[in-house]
C-alpha cells in the first residue's frame, strides 16, 4: 500500500508560481514512477508530467517549459514547481503512483493505481 498526501495549493495570480509537493508513504514508494494529473470542473482528469524512478521526465504539451517535476527519494516527496501560471491551469491537482511502472512513464490515469485527495490551484487572471 501506498499513501499520498498532496500540500502547496493555493490561489495565485497569473503570471505567478507554486509548487506543489507530494509525501508518499509505504513500501516500495521509490521504485514507482510517479505522476501529477489535473482535473477542472467538467473536464476529465488529465496528465500533467510524470517521473520515472530514475528520474526521467515527461509533460503534457500544454505545461512544457512552464512545469518541473522532481522527487526527493530520502523525503519521500515528489514535487511539481509550476511556474508562469495560466487561467487555465486552474483545477485540482492530483499525485499518483504507477505501482507496475518504474521506468516507462504512462501518461493515461488507468494505469495510477493510488491517487492522493487532491489539491485546489487557482489562478485568477
Known amino acids: 500500500q501506498v499513501q499520498l498526501e498532496e500540500s502547496g495549493g493555493g490561489l495565485v495570480q497569473a503570471g505567478g508560481s507554486l509548487r506543489l509537493s507530494c509525501a508518499a508513504s509505504?513500501?516500495?514508494?521509490?521504485?514507482?514512477?510517479m505522476g501529477w494529473f489535473r482535473q477542472a470542473p467538467g473536464n476529465e482528469r488529465e496528465f500533467v508530467a510524470g517521473?520515472?524512478?530514475?528520474?526521467?521526465?515527461m509533460y503534457a504539451n500544454s505545461v512544457k517549459g512552464r512545469f518541473t517535476i522532481s522527487r526527493d527519494s530520502a523525503k519521500n516527496t515528489v514535487y511539481l514547481e509550476m511556474t508562469n501560471l495560466r487561467p487555465d491551469d486552474t483545477a485540482v491537482y492530483y499525485c499518483?503512483?504507477?505501482?507496475?511502472?518504474?521506468?516507462?512513464?504512462?501518461?493515461?490515469?488507468?494505469?495510477?493505481?493510488?491517487w492522493g485527495q487532491g489539491s485546489q490551484v487557482t489562478v485568477s487572471a
Open positions: 499518483a503512483a504507477d505501482s507496475t511502472a518504474t521506468v516507462i512513464v504512462r501518461m493515461s490515469a488507468k494505469f495510477y493505481d493510488y
Open positions: 509505504g513500501r516500495a514508494y521509490s521504485d514507482y514512477v
Open positions: 517521473i520515472s524512478w530514475a528520474g526521467a521526465s
